[in-house]
């Protein structure tokens, strides 16, 4: 990228002119070296700091979002006997919309992105994530078709490499998705793997293979310690497969889109819905 370019420039230019005037190989390449580090680091705050106002922008547009839809939900609660659905119509309008919204800002990073190899991939890691919100898979597997050395969306956040693990299930390749969660389940220790422990062993479960899913569970239940992990070990254990649920590991679960959230019943009100006592 430039900046490598460019330091590298500078690092050349550096031992040219300290090898014209006959300095010592030792200081030549001492400052040669200082040279071409201290241009990298210089381009990389320099680049970061006008980077930052690009990430600011859509960092408040998200959170402006979410305070608005937090509002909402409040205001809803404040007033019992509302309509549940048509509530959760207009959050699920609501969510579309931020995402599209944040789809839309990381265009603001592209111009960084021939700065860093980094920046191109934190780019792609966060419209993998817009889009499988919105459900658009097709973009989200073309994403994920980049992945390789150096290239391809960041895995350092457990719900990406989820996302990344649904596809392969999705698409048919069992074998990808292993793949994917014996490489990745080492870098996250303790309860931050809970969600991949638990997207697994459904794998394993909806493709028939109960026992594989036991033996996920059961190193879930060490290294984690949560209680749904122990609960699906035993319906498994008792032939129960169709009391397995991931249903208690909450919102993180369901944004994998591969159950549906159990539906919210709408409260009734008795007696006189202007007056909670019925009179």
């Given at each position: 990228?430039?900046?490598?370019?460019?330091?590298?420039?500078?690092?050349?230019?550096?031992?040219?002119?300290?090898?014209?005037?006959?300095?010592?190989?030792?200081?030549?390449?001492?400052?040669?070296?200082?040279?071409?580090?201290?241009?990298?680091?210089?381009?990389?705050?320099?680049?970061?700091?006008?980077?930052?106002?690009?990430?600011?922008?859509?960092?408040?547009?998200?959170?402006?979002?979410?305070?608005?839809?937090?509002?909402?939900?409040?205001?809803?609660?404040?007033?019992?006997?509302?309509?549940?659905?048509?509530?959760?119509?207009?959050?699920?309008?609501?969510?579309?919309?931020?995402?599209?919204?944040?789809?839309?800002?990381?265009?603001?990073?592209?111009?960084?992105?021939?700065?860093?190899?980094?920046?191109?991939?934190?780019?792609?890691?966060?419209?993998?994530?817009?889009?499988?919100q919105l459900k658009e898979f097709d973009k989200v597997d073309e994403?994920?078709?980049?992945?390789?050395?150096?290239?391809?969306?960041?895995?350092?956040?457990?719900?990406?490499?989820?996302?990344?693990?649904?596809?392969?299930?999705?698409?048919?390749?069992?074998e990808g998705a292993k793949k994917v969660y014996k490489r990745q389940i080492m870098w996250f220790r303790g309860d931050r793997g809970a969600?991949?422990?638990?997207?697994?062993?459904?794998?394993?479960?909806?493709?028939?293979?109960?026992?594989?899913?036991?033996?996920?569970?059961?190193?879930?239940?060490?290294?984690?310690?949560?209680?749904?992990?122990?609960?699906?070990?035993?319906?498994?254990?008792?032939?129960?497969?169709?009391?397995?649920?991931?249903?208690?590991?909450?919102?993180?679960?369901?944004?994998?889109?591969?159950?549906?959230?159990?539906?919210?019943?709408?409260?009734?009100?008795?007696?006189?819905?202007?007056?909670?006592?019925?009179?």
């Amino acid at each position: 990228m430039l900046s490598l370019l460019i330091s590298a420039l500078v690092a050349i230019a550096l031992a040219s002119a300290l090898n014209a005037s006959h300095a010592s190989t030792g200081t030549t390449v001492i400052f040669t070296v200082a040279g071409f580090f201290g241009s990298f680091f210089l381009i990389g705050f320099l680049v970061r700091k006008k980077m930052s106002k690009a990430q600011g922008a859509l960092q408040e547009s998200m959170l402006s979002a979410q305070k608005r839809m937090q509002r909402k939900v409040q205001q809803f609660q404040n007033k019992p006997g509302g309509n549940v659905k048509q509530m959760q119509r207009q959050i699920e309008m609501d969510q579309q919309l931020m995402l599209k919204q944040g789809l839309e800002l990381t265009k603001g990073l592209e111009p960084f992105r021939k700065w860093s190899i980094l920046t191109g991939r934190q780019i792609a890691t966060m419209r993998l994530q817009f889009h499988y919100q919105l459900k658009e898979f097709d973009k989200v597997d073309e994403i994920l078709a980049t992945c390789g050395f150096l290239r391809g969306p960041l895995m350092m956040e457990p719900m990406t490499v989820a996302m990344r693990m649904a596809r392969c299930y999705k698409n048919d390749d069992l074998e990808g998705a292993k793949k994917v969660y014996k490489r990745q389940i080492m870098w996250f220790r303790g309860d931050r793997g809970a969600l991949l422990y638990g997207l697994m062993s459904w794998i394993y479960v909806k493709t028939g293979e109960p026992d594989e899913a036991r033996r996920v569970l059961l190193k879930a239940k060490e290294s984690t310690g949560v209680e749904i992990f122990a609960r699906n070990w035993e319906h498994l254990s008792n032939d129960r497969v169709k009391s397995f649920s991931n249903a208690g590991l909450g919102d993180e679960w369901f944004s994998l889109y591969l159950e549906n959230p159990p539906a919210v019943k709408q409260q009734r009100m008795r007696g006189n819905p202007r007056n909670p006592r019925g009179f």
